[in-house]
């Protein structure tokens, strides 16, 4: 029976740098600060998605008013009232 082949050196089961071999080497301080810095942008976009959506509710508002606006102005063209007398 041959002998079992010897796995190559670049295949991931020898590698020393794969991704369990980074894990070990990763700072405490360093791996701190990158959750941070990823909550925080986490809790940037939370905020750019609330303002976005607050603008879009206050146009849809103004949208509202603007043709409540439109409606009653045309409503009082079309229907004129009766006639002023000069004095």
């Given at each position: 029976?041959?002998?079992?082949?010897?796995?190559?050196?670049?295949?991931?089961?020898?590698?020393?740098?794969?991704?369990?071999?980074?894990?070990?080497?990763?700072?405490?301080?360093?791996?701190?600060?990158?959750?941070?810095?990823?909550?925080?942008a986490?809790?940037?976009?939370?905020?750019?998605?609330?303002?976005?959506?607050?603008?879009?509710?206050?146009?849809?508002?103004?949208?509202?008013?603007?043709?409540?606006?439109?409606?009653?102005?045309?409503?009082?063209l079309?229907?004129?009232?009766?006639?002023r007398?000069?004095?």
């Amino acid at each position: 029976m041959p002998a079992p082949k010897k796995p190559s050196p670049s295949s991931p089961a020898t590698s020393r740098h794969g991704p369990a071999a980074r894990a070990t080497h990763v700072n405490p301080a360093v791996a701190a600060r990158v959750r941070q810095l990823a909550a925080q942008a986490e809790h940037h976009r939370a905020i750019a998605e609330f303002r976005a959506r607050r603008a879009a509710d206050q146009q849809a508002r103004i949208d509202a008013l603007l043709l409540e606006a439109i409606a009653a102005l045309a409503s009082l063209l079309s229907n004129p009232g009766p006639p002023r007398q000069a004095t």
